[in-house]
């Protein structure tokens, strides 16, 4: 089950920042609490690499509460990775819930 939550993980992020911006820690937060990832300190990695990819940028805020943060946000092309995921994400799911109700899947010939 690790892999597959692994493997959606960064799926979920660009779902979560399509809403706004994000700031790590609520991020991370968000996806432990949903069991999308094992612990909070996982999901900073991910964020780097969404980073490097050109899927996310960071801006940095003044917080009332101590230093500046760094935010998360959503680019033109991580907009449209997660466009193109979520359909085939569907298709799947939607396979796999028919399996395990028992149902052969539909032979593609």
């Keep these: ?10 799926y979920c992020v660009l779902a ?5 911006e994000g700031y790590g820690f609520d991020l991370a937060r968000t996806l ?6 094992a ?3 996982t999901i900073y990695p991910l964020l780097s690499r969404l980073r490097r990819e050109g899927l996310v ?3 940095w805020r003044q917080s009332e509460l101590g230093p500046a943060r760094r935010y998360y946000v959503l680019t033109e ?12 994400w569907q ?5 796999v819930d028919r399996i395990l109700q028992g149902e052969r899947p539909a032979s593609k010939e």
């Design 39 to 41: 612990s909070e300190g």
């Design 32 to 37: 432990s609490e949903a069991h999308i990832v």
């Design 57 to 59: 940028s960071t801006v």
């Design 77 to 88: 092309m991580g907009s449209q990775v997660l466009d193109e995921f979520t359909p085939r």
């Design 91 to 95: 298709s799947f799911r939607n396979t």
């Design 16 to 20: 979560l920042l399509k809403a706004g």
């Design 1 to 10: 089950m690790g892999q597959l939550r692994r493997g959606v993980a960064e």
